[in-house]
């Protein structure tokens, strides 16, 4: 499988024949293995010229580029070879239809739901009394099933991650890291900058994950689609955030990978230095490699590949093929 590539640094990707590679400070180049990788992550400050644009195209390798904070600013999205007719059409009309859009949304707030559970009971069978916080949810969990509007659905989604993050003090028991509330722009402390850090990287995921379907990022249902951003890779990420970014978090910061002093205070709010950033990365991309084994096809799969497979079964959803379930962990 294809691998994604993060650049952290300033300097230029350039193209020499059938190579790109990226030169940095002190003309030191690093070359880009083009045939084995699928994504490039811009941290830096990089210059791309045309020529770079249009090889990079030519391969099917998107690039995400983010700004000094971290913050996702933007991709370049190569010409969509999968790209369907039908399947827009199918997208449009599950979309424009309430009740099948509602259905679909409550799928995603659903699967959402399991997972934080599951999460949740892996480390209340590690010790740590989480039996208040897990009632709360499951009382919201049964609220889903009878929201009448996609607004509604989403304000128990939030409800539900709010009576979720009072956990995250309990399972990392560090003051440094103390999640007190949830802010995202900017982010107000530590715990809140992993948070928005880690989601972000999971959205541009998603996106790539999406690039190689049928299906088009602009049409989501749980998020609403309008004229500003892709919202398909919010919809299905928010199943996955909590097996994925969150165990990322918990991990990092009860091994102690991660200190105080890897992060910047700037215009009010705090942002991982580049030094908290690449441990971050670096085992998430761990994460998106580690196989499980799934139960309906009998096999191991990577959590990167279930991302697509999640993506395949919605595709199946809107022909009217089989009706999507969200993947639920079942460790």
């Given at each position: 499988?294809?691998?994604?590539?993060?650049?952290?640094?300033?300097?230029?990707?350039?193209?020499?024949?059938?190579?790109?590679?990226?030169?940095?400070?002190?003309?030191?180049?690093?070359?880009?293995?083009?045939?084995?990788?699928?994504?490039?992550?811009?941290?830096?400050?990089?210059?791309?010229?045309?020529?770079?644009?249009?090889?990079?195209?030519?391969?099917?390798?998107?690039?995400?580029?983010?700004?000094?904070?971290?913050?996702?600013?933007?991709?370049?999205?190569?010409?969509?070879?999968y790209n369907s007719g039908f399947m827009i059409l199918k997208q449009a009309e599950c979309y424009l239809d309430r009740e099948k859009r509602l259905e679909l949304a409550k799928r995603f707030v659903w699967g959402a739901c399991k997972n934080i559970e599951k999460v949740l009971r892996y480390y209340s069978a590690r010790g740590i009394n989480l039996n208040q916080i897990l009632s709360k949810i499951s009382q919201l969990e049964d609220s889903i099933v009878s929201q009448a509007e996609v607004e509604s659905?989403?304000?128990?989604?939030?409800?539900?991650?709010?009576v979720y993050y009072n956990a995250f003090d309990l399972i990392v028991n560090d003051e440094d890291f103390s999640m007190d509330t949830r802010t995202k722009r900017p982010p107000r402390n530590r715990m809140n900058a992993l948070i928005s850090f880690g989601n972000t990287l999971l959205y541009t995921?998603?996106?790539?994950?999406?690039?190689?379907?049928h299906l088009d990022p602009r049409i989501g249902y749980l998020h609403t689609t309008n004229f500003r951003r892709f919202t398909l890779n919010l919809d299905v990420a928010e199943v996955f955030k909590p097996i994925i970014v969150d165990r990322v978090i918990f991990y990092i910061l009860n091994k102690g990978m991660i200190k105080s002093d890897d992060f910047d205070n700037r215009l009010g709010g705090l942002y991982l230095k580049e030094s908290g950033r690449s441990v971050f990365v670096e085992k998430f991309?761990?994460?998106?490699?580690?196989?499980?084994?799934?139960?309906?096809?009998?096999?191991?799969?990577?959590y990167r590949r279930l991302l697509r497979l999640e993506l395949y079964k919605l595709e199946k959803h809107l022909m009217g093929e089989v009706e999507y379930e969200p993947f639920v962990a079942e460790w």
């Open positions: 499988m294809k691998g994604t590539i993060f650049v952290f640094s300033n300097g230029e990707l350039k193209r020499k024949e059938n190579t790109i590679y990226f030169e940095g400070e002190n003309n030191t180049k690093k070359f880009i293995p083009v045939e084995n990788t699928s994504e490039l992550h811009i941290f830096g400050e990089v210059t791309i010229n045309k020529k770079v644009l249009e090889f990079l195209s030519q391969n099917e390798i998107i690039l995400h580029f983010y700004n000094y904070y971290g913050y996702y600013v933007g991709s370049y999205y190569p010409r969509e070879h659905l989403m304000a128990i989604e939030g409800n539900i991650r709010e995921t998603v996106l790539s994950e999406i690039y190689k379907t991309e761990e994460r998106l490699s580690t196989t499980i084994k799934h139960s309906k096809i009998g096999r191991d799969v990577s």
